[in-house]
């Protein structure tokens, strides 16, 4: 028979970035808590968040339904008039055969984000009720992992990239549901970032440290922030408060993270050698590569969203490619040097990468928009999709770069250990 779990309730926090475990002082419920050991952010606390997060989030559910239920973008081209709504790039892009890329677009700015706002809604309004509901805590551990990939606000930021590039060919006209659009990105990112976790975790299940012998070693599951004893991950693996797969460290962390930044290099040639899209108008057609785009921007005086463009579809996935390769040569050479320095480099890495989706999003929008017959009609290159991958793959090798593996080098792959805590704490 297996040994009984022990669950208990514990004021201490597990880095997950560096793997220290430290203790919780009791501050003001608006504090931000920071890791001694690496400075990554652990906790913020928003004081009363309950009621302005659930606030937000349904207003987000009726913002959701104008955006997409309204055009989006009006185009005037010589007494031509096209409208679009958002999905309707996503449209094009499956006429036009490039169903990997339309399915990548539909969910990251139509399922997930209206994933994000259904789940807040499910959980944020039945906690004010003091209700627990079935699937309450799978929603909320797939709220956690899906949310990097809802991307709003990118796709925002790929409309204005659009509309100046537009500008000297056409007449764009904003939609209602652009101001939706732009009301909410702002109100879903304000809403999700108000939630306590924490806090609503502990609602969702009080304790949240689990152990089987007494003064084992302890890690932290990285979708509730459980601390959990060595004997359970061994034994099964499964974090007893959110069921998430839970590690002592990502097996084959180095090994997967060198694949997928390989994958990433051969893929980034095809990227940007093959146009990413195809311009025809009645006088020619042109091509565009990525680079030969953001030339284009610059020949036109657009300086502003050349560099846009140019940090995140050239610097921004080679940049993350470079460090990424020199955290996994500085892990394997068991480096002790520049850990904080090295720490912050992968939190920029992380944070940074999913940027760059902004090129795929304008191709998909000038696709959408740009359908004049013969005065005028954009078609989406080859290396779309190829480019489309490389910021996929970088950002699945920031995922599978365990970042604890940095401090590891400096004290061994030992984790914290609570009798040793308990020490500290007298
Ligand atoms: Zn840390
Ligand atoms: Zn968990």
Not at 89 to 116: R, S
Not at 277 to 290: A, P
Request: proline share 4%; aromatic share 12%.
């Amino acid at each position: 028979m297996p040994p009984v779990i022990h669950e208990q309730k514990v004021d201490w926090l597990m880095c997950h970035k560096c793997g220290s475990l430290q203790t919780v002082i009791p501050v003001s419920a608006d504090f931000e808590l920071h890791c001694g050991q690496c400075g990554h952010k652990l906790h913020v606390g928003h004081g009363a968040w309950l009621d302005p997060a659930s606030a937000l989030a349904l207003t987000g559910l009726i913002l959701f339904f104008i955006a997409n239920a309204f055009p989006f973008l009006y185009l005037k081209i010589a007494g031509f008039s096209q409208g679009a709504s958002i999905l309707t790039g996503v449209v094009a892009l499956y006429e036009h055969k490039a169903y990997l890329l339309a399915t990548t677009v539909f969910v990251t700015i139509f399922a997930f984000p209206l994933f994000e706002i259904l789940v807040l809604l499910y959980l944020l309004i039945p906690y004010r009720l003091n209700r627990r509901l079935p699937g309450q805590i799978t929603l909320f551990r797939w709220l956690v992992r899906a949310q990097p990939w809802s991307m709003m606000e990118i796709f925002l930021l790929a409309v204005l990239v659009t509309s100046v590039k537009l500008g000297d060919m056409a007449r764009v006209i904003p939609g209602v549901a652009m101001y939706a659009f732009f009301a909410l990105v702002a109100i879903i990112s304000a809403s999700y970032w108000l939630v306590d976790k924490r806090n609503l975790w502990s609602w969702l299940h009080f304790n949240n440290c689990f152990t089987q012998v007494d003064d084992e070693p302890i890690y932290d599951c990285h979708i509730c922030e459980a601390m959990i004893g060595e004997s359970i991950i061994n034994q099964s693996g499964h974090c007893p408060r959110c069921n998430a797969r839970v590690h002592k460290r990502i097996p084959n962390s180095l090994q997967k993270t060198t694949a997928l930044i390989i994958a990433a290099i051969i893929l980034y040639i095809p990227a940007n050698i093959f146009p990413i899209m195809t311009f025809h108008t009645f006088t020619g057609t042109r091509e565009d590569t990525i680079f030969s785009g953001v030339v284009e921007l610059i020949a036109h005086g657009m300086w502003a969203v050349a560099v846009v463009v140019f940090l995140a579809s050239i610097v921004v996935p080679i940049a993350k490619l470079v460090i990424l390769s020199y955290l996994v040569i500085s892990v394997r050479k068991k480096s002790t040097s520049a850990l904080h320095h090295r720490a912050l480099l992968y939190r920029i890495t992380d944070w940074v990468g999913r940027w760059s989706m902004i090129d795929v999003y304008v191709v998909t929008l000038l696709t959408a928009l740009v359908q004049f017959g013969i005065l005028g009609r954009v078609e989406p290159g080859g290396a779309l999709i190829a480019f489309a991958a490389v910021v996929v793959l970088t950002m699945f090798a920031a995922h599978s770069f365990d970042s604890r593996l940095i401090w590891d080098a400096q004290k061994g792959p030992s984790s914290s250990n609570m009798s040793l805590l308990n020490k500290t704490q007298d």
